[in-house]
């Protein structure tokens, strides 16, 4: 047939784009991806020099942040990547929190921790603990995902919250495990060949994880399940009109996020020996929010900018004020007024991934 | 005088057909027992005063809303209860009036998403598509014959209105459809635009049928092998271009005094 061929002429009203070519096509910003390289260096040698300074405490302190961060990784690729704005992730939080403390606490009284239909002992070992925090959180997921997407927007934002607030109220009310006191785990999980005990050990578990789970994220956002995930977030329609259903993808999307955002459940639930019930409150699935806001949107590396300014803020101005919130609340308003890429985009530029 | 009114024609092997296709909102009924077949080859266009049910119409053929009562059958198979997404996996490609794009994406990464579309594959998990030869060859391929080879890289947002319309087309080529539903292609075109699209589309005339709503009489009577006319929501006349340029009841109710 006729080859076509020659281009169509604007229209004259029509114009330029006033629009630059973000980056072009499929490569990345190397500003972003020096930047994203500098905070995983400096999130590495931070513990390391306290350590090496005499303070551990800022080891855990280094933990805390990778284990947020890991937790906005999660909601990231539901919320930043896909485009669904869930109030919610507390429940996979502390869904998975609460499977490490109760696998734990089974391990330490020796008793199954189910008895039927089969006999499911505890463990006091990370690694099983972890598989079983996101295994239980990505079925929590595809429940409250199959529900939460037949909606969007501000309707979609209040189902996710209302799922975790009634998962948030069930633990209250669960004496089994502690009710509104939660559960202390007694012996903090083992890894093979490491003493969790040791700070630094512990950290290094921690940023092990998270690295993980950001190249996890990069992979993903890269095949064609990662194109088909932004699409969804764009332009739905657009996903349609080519033969994709978006809501098959964005629900993958969503068990994704909630599984990774569980597996920093566990973690905490480990840092800290203990887990409550305000894992899985809304101010949880606030805070999840503000990481990935306060770092960036679809930012790689967003979350773990942002998990580091809060708990920075949360230790350099909680240590003069209990109203450290109103600073912070300062900063995230400024962000969300003139830097919409938040600190990753302040520092790499407006573009987004492509 | 008389007009061979002709709503519902026996046709060979239509590869797109709608039968009896109704939808109301409220008192107000959209499309009113519409029937309306597409034949392999041919450019079928459908015009009609603002107001005549022609997007209502589009929508439902593609799957935005669904009909009161009536059928549309695609290839032989029935597609009234499928999903957008259900339909364009079978083989309906269309163009949106307001081009619809990822506009963060590249013009290719859009094209690649339609060959995605096609080859059926979205749950991925591991390959990168920025090496995926599967993906890039047949979309740097479609870019190419809709001239847009050296565009490739910029982002869609970034195109001129022109450009988005052709990149639309693409995607929709790209699809490998059975049938190409145009939404008013030439809408916001200029006059050199709207020439350039009509040789591209005319070009395209045997490599899948069309059927086109349009609002530019020019390019509709330059491309069209049949048109029917829509007015309050029904079929009013269908017929070769010459017909229609004669009927004294098209004239009426739609051409006016430019017929």
Known sequence: ?354 | MTEPVLPNPVLPNPVLEVRGLTKSFGALKATDEVSLALIPGEIHALIGPNGAGKSTLVAQIAGQLTQDTGEIWLGGREISGLSVAGRARLGLGRTFQVSSLALEFSALRNVMLAVQGRLGSSFGFVAPVRRDARLLDPARAVLDRFGLAERAEVTAAALSHGERRQLELAMAFALEPKVLLLDEPMAGMGAGGTRALTKVLGAMRDTVPMLLIEHDMDAVFALADRISVLAEGRVIFSGPPDAVRASAIVREVYLGGEG
């Open chain 1, 1 to 354: 047939m006729a080859e076509p061929g020659n281009a169509i002429p604007d229209s004259p009203r029509s114009g330029g784009s006033p629009l630059p070519p973000l980056g072009g096509g499929l490569g990345r910003g190397s500003v972003e991806s020096w930047l994203n390289a500098a905070l995983a260096v400096l999130l590495l040698a931070a513990p390391l020099a306290a350590i090496g300074l005499g303070e551990p405490y800022y080891a855990n302190l280094a933990s805390r942040v990778a284990i947020l961060a890991l937790a906005g990784v999660g909601l990231n690729l539901a919320l930043g990547y896909g485009g669904m704005i869930s109030f919610g992730h507390a429940a996979f939080f502390g869904i998975g929190g609460y499977v490490a403390g109760i696998l734990a606490q089974g391990a330490f009284n020796a008793a199954p921790v189910i008895s039927w239909p089969v006999e499911v002992m505890g463990s006091d070992s990370m690694v099983p603990i972890w598989l079983a925090a996101m295994a239980v959180s990505g079925v929590a997921a595809v429940a409250i995902g199959a529900i939460s997407l037949r909606t969007s927007g501000v309707y979609f934002i209040m189902i996710t919250l209302a799922f975790a607030q009634m998962i948030y109220y069930f633990a209250i009310s669960w004496p089994a495990y502690g009710g509104e006191d939660g559960l202390s785990i007694t012996v903090r999980n083992g890894f093979p060949g490491l003493d969790t005990y040791d700070p630094l050990s512990f950290f290094l578990i921690c940023y092990g994880v998270l690295m993980l789970a950001l190249a996890l994220s990069w992979r993903i956002m890269g095949t064609r399940f990662g194109a088909a995930l932004m699409c969804a977030r764009m332009n739905p329609e657009r996903l349609a009109t080519v033969g994709i259903e978006p809501t098959p993808v964005k629900l993958a999307a969503f068990v994704i996020s909630a599984m990774i955002t569980g597996l920093a459940g566990a973690l905490f639930a480990d840092l800290n020996g203990f887990v409550s019930p305000s894992m899985l409150s809304w101010h949880t699935s606030g805070q999840i929010m503000i990481f990935v806001i306060l770092g960036g949107v679809g930012r790689l590396f967003g979350p773990v900018a942002g998990a580091a300014l809060y708990v920075l803020m949360e230790h350099v101005l909680g240590g003069l004020t209990v109203h450290w919130q109103l600073p912070l609340g300062l900063i995230l308003l400024g962000v969300v007024l003139f830097a919409r890429g938040g600190l990753v985009g302040m520092v790499a530029g407006g573009a987004r991934h492509d």
